[in-house]
Nanobody, 124 residues
Framework: QVQLVESGGGLVQAGGSLRLSCAAS???????????MGWYRQAPGKQREWIAD???????NYADSVKGRFTASMDYAKNTIYLQMNSLKPEDTAVYYC???????????????WGQGTQVTVSS
């Protein structure tokens, strides 16, 4: 099994920056088999949404709402995915989750591995 643990959330003023981290631990074979890892968020009263992901050996993809402001990156040696968030807006306030799976053909909503989430609050 794989455990994902996010960190780095907090309270920041609009225009500020935060960097989220998500470390994978557990079965080494399962971790090395993960094909896609990504970041997702859920604001109060809204559905969880995809904001960025990286496939193994590929480039990062971003939702339009964060493109140009957020940067996702992977450190395979540390089994950690990061999300650098710049120019934060109040509408970025949400619980941020990382998730991953070894199956390249499935929707992120079906991913096997999910972190517990970290709160990001952006004040105006």
């Amino acid at each position: 099994q794989v455990q994902l643990v996010e960190s780095g959330g907090g309270l920041v003023q609009a225009g500020g920056s935060l960097r989220l981290s998500c470390a994978a631990s557990g079965n080494i074979f399962s971790i090395s088999s993960i094909y896609t890892m990504g970041w997702y968020r859920q604001a109060p009263g809204k559905q969880r949404e995809w904001i960025a992901d990286i496939t193994r050996g590929g480039t990062a993809n971003y939702a339009d709402s964060v493109k140009g402001r957020f940067t996702a990156s992977m450190d395979y040696a540390k089994n950690t995915i990061y999300l650098q968030m710049n120019s934060l807006k109040p509408e970025d306030t949400a619980v941020y989750y990382c998730a991953g799976d070894s199956r390249p053909w499935i929707s992120w909503k079906e991913f096997n591995y999910w972190g517990q989430g970290t709160q990001v609050t952006v004040s105006s």
